[in-house]
């Protein structure tokens, strides 16, 4: 389903929010 790929999306956001 998509909801993994969602979670991917959020946890790249944190990573750049670094």
Sequence with gaps: EASDF???L???E???EM
Aim: charged share 20%; hydrophobic share 55%; aromatic share 0%.
């Design 14 to 16: 944190q990573l750049l």
């Design 6 to 8: 969602t979670i991917i």
């Design 10 to 12: 959020e946890e790249m």
